[in-house]
């Protein structure tokens, strides 16, 4: 598994833990709704700077994004 699919993995199942849609997601981390879905999908990757903010938008520290043993719930 390469880092986009272990990126894309944690944050769906995180957003999914804390109930959230991807439109919630991108308003939390200051993007759009369409840019979560395809990080979610493995079709782009992200800047250090906006995997921050989708950590933060996820209450979880950004490291936990990209281990593929972390668990997201």
Known sequence: MDVR???ARNVRKRRACLGLTQDELGARAGS???YVGMIERSETSTSLD???DIADALE???H???DPKAEME
């Open 5 to 7: 699919e272990i990126l």
């Open 32 to 34: 759009s709704g369409n």
């Open 50 to 52: 906006m995997l921050a």
């Open 60 to 62: 979880i520290a950004p």
């Open 64 to 66: 936990l994004l990209i």
